[in-house]
């Protein structure tokens, strides 16, 4: 199936339109072929192509490369989380793992815009775990108790510091985290779309339609043409299970956001010109809400169950028009008509929250399922499942080897009637929040 975008993305359409977009229109051998081109794809490409200069890396992807999830997300790069998952955080030895992964994607996203020298607007201010609800403040707490032990710098801040901090009344208590950036997605994938290696053939509009293993072959076979190649990773993220890829260990969910356009400078007085920041919700279906540096908010309140190959303009302006109200409830004083755009974006996620990075066969690779939290652990783990296709090991592969592995999920329709279930819970849980 194809899979079609809306092309309403703010973060996209704040970049200047690529050109030399190559489309697969023949047979190909390959040494290394990577389906996805998203963080974790051009990630596994970048490593590729620094260690094998001299072989052929083709890497393909069904749309723009870069305009999937990794394109279109809220731009948190964390360190770490409340709400990943549809199990909590009580187990400490657990949590520690998990951080630690988040903590090496940190460094390997700061490090490649270094070494490159990128501009996504980077900035290392912390962000907010926040309720509106007074009572959260117990599950502030306990979350609190977890990071001292874990040595993780926050504090907890009441609605007078917030509505400071935020320029909104809506907030009645958070817990601050120190560590945690917030950048330009958009400006970080094209990024990694730019520094691709010589011996990386970029195909984008070329969607796997179907693959196969026999002996060592493996045939990849797209509308225009094939591709046999001797080792693949699969990049799909939110599309492994389309592919068939660890069916049983995870399910796509289908996210929205929306952004306005920047607030006039009378606009921003009035909301008392914060500096940027970036709000997280406690629960996991409540808002997730972004002042950008340029003065736009960003907002996403959705995550749900939905045909991940598309959603048409009128689904999508439901949920943008929750998306401003949304907006209005924590700025009733901005005007109605700031949003400028709302997108839809596809994720994966697994039982329990962890990630997929495996040898499913030989030769055959795969990494994804960040469970909504894919910038830092999905560039970190697109360079080491390429190591890992090289049978080589690294430090980063047994951290996150350590980690809780994916657990089994049932299949349909009773995956999707237990997914439905719980998110309706959810939003029902987290509605004052959303
Ligand atoms: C609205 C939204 C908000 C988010 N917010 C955050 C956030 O604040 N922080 C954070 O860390 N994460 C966030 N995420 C999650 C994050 O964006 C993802 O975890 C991350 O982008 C995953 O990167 P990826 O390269 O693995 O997958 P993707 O970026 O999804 O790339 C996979 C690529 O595979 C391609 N593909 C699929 N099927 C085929 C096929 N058959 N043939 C060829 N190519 C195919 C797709 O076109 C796509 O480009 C958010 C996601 C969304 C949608």
């Not at 306990?142 to 510091?161: Q, R, V, Y």
């Not at 026999?214 to 693949?232: A, H, V, W, Y």
């Not at 399910?251 to 400078?265: E, K, N």
Request: proline share 4%; hydrophobic share 35%.
């Amino acid at each position: 199936m194809k899979i079609v975008n809306d092309s309403t993305c703010s973060w996209i359409n704040d970049l200047t339109p690529r050109t030399n977009i190559k489309c697969l229109q023949s047979n190909e051998d390959s040494e290394w072929l990577i389906i996805g081109a998203g963080y974790t794809g051009l990630s596994a490409a970048r490593k590729l192509g620094q260690l094998y200069p001299n072989q052929k890396i083709i890497l393909v992807d069904a749309q723009f490369a870069g305009e999937g999830a990794s394109g279109r997300n809220s731009g948190y790069l964390v360190d770490t989380t409340l709400n990943d998952g549809f199990t909590s955080n009580k187990d400490l030895d657990n949590y520690k793992k998990k951080t630690d992964i988040y903590n090496l994607g940190i460094n390997v996203v700061k490090k490649f815009i270094n070494d490159y020298q990128v501009d996504c607007d980077w900035n290392e201010c912390g962000k907010y775990f926040a309720s509106s609800k007074k009572e959260d403040e117990k599950i502030l707490r306990n979350f609190s108790d977890t990071l001292k032990k874990l040595g993780f710098t926050h504090n907890l801040l009441s609605n007078n510091e917030l509505s400071k901090r935020l320029g909104t009344n809506f907030y009645n208590v958070a817990l601050y985290t120190k560590g945690g950036v917030l950048l330009h997605p958009g400006k970080l994938v094209r990024a990694m779309i730019d520094v691709l290696p010589k011996n990386v053939c970029l195909y984008e509009n070329s969607s796997l339609l179907s693959w196969s293993k026999t002996k060592d072959i493996i045939s990849c076979k797209f509308k225009n043409g094939r591709i046999i190649t001797k080792k693949i990773i699969f990049a799909t993220n939110g599309f492994l299970k389309s592919l068939g890829i660890k069916s049983n260990y995870n399910f796509p969910i289908t996210l929205t956001a929306s952004m306005t356009r920047p607030l006039t400078d009378d606009e921003f007085k009035s909301i008392g010109q914060p500096k940027e920041w970036g709000v997280l919700p406690i629960r996991p279906m409540g808002a997730t809400i972004r002042m950008t540096k340029d003065r736009r908010i960003l907002i996403r309140n959705t995550a749900e169950v939905h045909n991940p190959f598309k959603m048409s303009e009128s689904d999508l302006n439901k949920r943008s028009i929750n998306q401003k109200i949304g907006i209005k409830k924590r700025f009733p004083q901005l005007p109605e008509n700031i949003v400028k755009s709302s997108w839809s974006g596809v994720v994966s996620r697994t039982r329990n929250s962890s990630q997929i990075f495996e040898k499913i066969d030989n030769n055959i690779f795969a990494a994804g399922c960040y469970n909504g939290s894919g910038i830092g652990v999905g560039t970190l783990f697109g360079e080491q499942i390429a190591i890992k296709a090289t049978e080589e090991n690294s430090k980063e592969i047994k951290t996150i080897e350590a980690r809780r592995k994916p657990t089994w999920l049932p299949p349909n329709p009773f995956l999707n009637f237990g997914v439905k279930g719980r998110l309706i819970y959810e939003r029902f849980k987290a509605r004052s929040d959303i």
